[in-house]
């Protein structure tokens, strides 16, 4: 079933059972009460990432207080998302964008990883989570991407699960059209590995097209700025080997 998006959707971090109210934090209180104008009576939808979503009735108990009815479930949970993206992360307004837009894509897990051409050597993963939680409000998604540790490109590898084949993409790859590669990969636990707007150094490369567990992909014949490139390599890989 798809979203309903006339209704305000919020992420609550609680259990969601029908008949049982769940009480609001303050900045949510707030957020609805005094943001949104929501009064007494009005209607939401609520979902935490585990169990679907549910129909909900705001009651107000004070400016800043405010408690919900739980109704009926509207969506049931979907499965994990079998598409992991991991990614170099960039200049911190564009990087909201990228996981934000991973999130709309459909992504079972966002891991931010460090390259030797990184513009940022460290991420805040607490901002990271709030884009994430937001743009799953907004889009409709009930699957709430994890959100991995970030870590550098060999710590990754070390580590890595062998058995969820990796789709590299690799600005010095031959060839323009990256679909050919994909329809050849017969794995669908995947990772989608963009890197940073430096590319990858020649020693990456060279590590990475040597592991049996990673596909190398071209990524066209234009030149894209890393986070178009990763919403196009997404859009290329859901319509190839995921969900759409």
């Known amino acids: 079933m798809r979203a309903n998006f006339k209704l305000q959707r919020l992420y609550l971090d609680a259990p969601l059972v029908p008949a049982e109210p769940v009480t609001l934090g303050k900045d949510q209180a707030h ?3 005094n943001v949104l104008r929501m009064g007494d009576g009005a209607e939401l939808l609520v979902f ?6 549910f129909a909900a009735t705001l009651r107000p108990t004070g400016k800043k207080r405010a408690d ?4 009926a479930q509207t969506r049931a949970q979907p499965p994990r998302p079998r598409i992991d993206f991991v990614f170099a992360p960039l200049k911190i307004g564009r990087l909201d964008y990228l996981v934000q837009k991973a999130t709309e894509m459909g992504v079972g897990r966002i891991t931010p990883v ?7 050597h ?4 607490a901002r990271l989570g709030a884009n994430i939680l937001e743009a799953a409000e907004q889009c409709g998604n009930l699957a709430i991407p994890e959100l991995g540790e970030a870590r550098g490109l ?11 084949r ?4 690799n600005e010095s790859q031959a060839g323009d059209n990256p679909l050919p590669v994909l329809k050849t990969v017969k794995e669908r636990d995947l990772a989608l590995l963009v890197g940073p707007e430096g590319g990858f150094s020649d020693a990456e490369r060279t590590l990475l097209t040597s592991l049996p567990f ?6 066209g014949p234009r030149i894209l700025r890393a986070d178009t490139a990763a919403v196009a390599a997404l859009t290329a890989v859901q319509m190839t080997l995921g969900d759409w």
């Open 31 to 33: 957020y609805l009460i």
């Open 114 to 120: 460090f390259t030797d051409h990184t513009q940022l």
């Open 68 to 71: 919900l009815d739980i109704g």
């Open 154 to 164: 060999d710590a990754l590898l070390q580590s890595w699960n062998p058995a969820r």
């Open 48 to 53: 935490n990432g585990r169990e679907g979503e």
């Open 122 to 125: 460290k991420v805040n993963a």
């Open 214 to 219: 990673v596909t190398a992909i071209p990524l």
């Open 166 to 169: 990796i789709i590299f993409c």
